[in-house]
């Protein structure tokens, strides 16, 4: 009987703790943060949480070798870039294998991929996959049929002996096709939807810092031979938004611009209007583990204006508005479900991140938290000129975090959209944004001026008409007077 009282206390406990301790997976495995207006990390609560690892093995398919890349299309179908296998691994929305693509039929023979780095799937659903050591880009069709091939460029710009080794690659609504390719630094190589080689985008300049040019005039002759040249920069990845602009990421660890949003004529034009230059981490060490700044490897327009890009070197995710923001920051390296070894590229499943990692030849879904989804929703709002639900949902976010400065700012903006400069003003004061405060400012002073400047006016306008009339009531009484002493009234 004592045994068996013990078994059922042992059993209710256990029932009682499946309902107050939660589950490992709620907890998150990594801080995440952003960084405040002095430049302090600021921790928040997790936007995002690991939900799953998706391995060779668990799909059926036998294990993913280094695989290099991925791609999710809008109808949630999730292509994966085995590379190591040279094989191409379709999933379906409910992650299922729906099917492997490892060759294809190219002028009536069996043909394959070799050590291929880069995909990307079209709007008319056909597959792009830069097949690196083959020197080409294969374009196949959604069943697997071949359609094209780039490869072998020519043009006048183009060195004699210049070596196609295509890595990443991209294709807007004109068909495009946009590469970064291995050893190229003019910027992004440009090709129509005839193969031909249309030139660069998104050159990437270097200059020399004054260290550097008193270096070399100081130098002799052959130290300045041995001299690094100051040549411009590779670009490491490629996306595109419904727009047609190009997102591209570049491995310059020193610029201030690793992320460039390329228009159709090549130039920059994403908005740095944040505290903080857009590149990753704002403080970190300069030697030892997890030194240096951060280094992008692939980056992912996730809607709403907002966009997040991977950074290889601390193996976390950094997430921004249009303006600039960052909105947070997670990740980072371990064993643990939800930190990595190598992360290659991110993609978006829905409402979900979804992080390639070649070191643990996995795929790790990240499920949004409530703290996450009200973020996305109030900048989304935003973006999208809704300023009035974006103000409450807003408000939803300080609630779960008071000291979020983004959300003061998102407030402050979206009151500024609505004309409520003076709320406004109170809103950005709390964000530490003295530029928009000096905006709200300046609008909630003319706004002042115009109003009160009727009012001003008639009462000056009547204090002068009252003014002429006494003037004139008192000229009529003097000269009354005067008659009156003359005797003639």
């Known amino acids: 009987m004592h045994i068996k009282r013990v078994l059922l206390l042992v059993a ?53 070798k280094d695989p290099n890349d991925l791609f999710v299309t809008p109808e949630s179908t999730t292509y994966i870039l085995d590379s190591g296998n040279a094989r191409i ?51 196949l069709s959604d069943k697997g049929d071949l359609i094209r091939i ?17 890595l990443k690659v991209t ?9 970064v390719a291995r050893g190229v630094f003019e910027g992004i190589m440009q090709f129509d939807d005839k193969n031909t080689f249309m030139g660069y985008v998104g050159t990437i300049n270097v200059a020399p810092s004054i260290w550097d040019r008193l270096w070399k ?29 190009v997102y591209a990421t570049a491995i310059d660890i ?19 209007l944040g505290y903080w230059a857009v590149r990753g981490d704002v403080r970190f060490r300069m030697f030892g583990n997890n030194s240096g700044p951060s280094m992008f490897t692939d980056i992912k327009v996730i809607g709403g204006g907002m966009y997040v890009a991977l950074d290889s070197n601390r193996a976390r995710l950094f997430t921004y508005n249009d303006e600039g923001d960052l909105l947070y920051a997670f990740g980072g390296r371990g064993n643990q479900l939800g930190v990595f070894n190598t992360p290659v590229a991110v993609e978006q499943i829905g409402d979900k991140l979804a992080v390639l990692d070649r070191g643990k030849n996995n795929i790790v879904v990240f499920r949004t938290t409530k703290f996450g989804s009200l973020v996305r929703q109030a900048t989304t709002e935003h973006y999208n000129g809704n300023d009035d639900v974006a103000v409450k949902l807003w408000g939803d ?10 959300a003061y700012l998102g407030i402050g903006k979206s009151l500024l959209m609505q004309k409520d400069n003076k709320k406004a003003m109170e809103y950005f004061k709390l964000g530490m944004s003295r530029k928009n405060y000096s905006v709200a400012y300046k609008r909630y002073r003319r706004d002042e001026l115009k109003e009160q400047f009727g009012t001003f006016m008639t009462i000056v306008f009547t204090l002068i008409i009252a003014f002429i009339l006494y003037r004139i009531t008192r000229i009529v009484l003097r000269r009354r007077a005067v008659k009156r002493e003359a005797g003639l009234s």
């Open 89 to 139: 691994v379709v999933l379906d929305k409910d992650l299922k294998v729906e099917r492997v693509i490892k060759t294809f039929k190219n002028n009536g023979k069996e043909d394959g991929f070799s050590a291929p780095e880069g995909l990307f799937v079209s709007d008319k659903h056909e597959l792009y996959v830069a097949d690196t050591e083959n020197g080409r880009v294969v374009v």
């Open 254 to 272: 020193s610029s201030d611009t690793p992320i460039k949003r390329l228009n159709p004529s090549g130039d920059d034009v994403l908005k740095r």
């Open 12 to 64: 209710i406990v256990s029932l009682m703790a499946s309902f107050v301790i939660p589950r490992a997976s709620a907890a998150a495995p990594y801080e995440a943060y952003n960084y405040d207006y002095y430049g302090d990390s600021a921790p928040l609560p997790a936007p995002y949480l690991p939900d799953v690892a998706i391995t060779g093995k668990s799909l059926g398919i036998g294990d993913f």
């Open 150 to 166: 780039i490869s072998n460029p020519k043009s006048d710009i183009l060195p004699a002996d210049f070596k196609f080794v295509p």
């Open 171 to 179: 294709v807007d609504q004109a068909d495009r096709v946009f590469v």
């Open 397 to 406: 976010v300080l609630r779960l975090n008071t000291n979020y400065e983004i």
């Open 217 to 245: 005039s100081l130098s002799t002759k052959a130290q300045k031979a041995q001299m690094q040249l100051f040549i411009p920069t590779e670009f490491s990845n490629v996306d595109i938004d419904r727009k047609g602009f």
